[in-house]
């Protein structure tokens, strides 16, 4: 089972996923 701090680090990590994704989305319009 994941841990209450793995859950934040994995969520952290999907954030920062997102945010490259919308920057590239971004830029590339």
Do not use: G, Q
Request: hydrophobic share 60%.
């Amino acid at each position: 089972m994941l841990t209450f701090r793995m859950k934040i680090k994995i969520f952290v990590v999907y954030l920062n996923f997102l945010m490259k994704n919308a920057h590239l989305i971004l830029t590339s319009i």
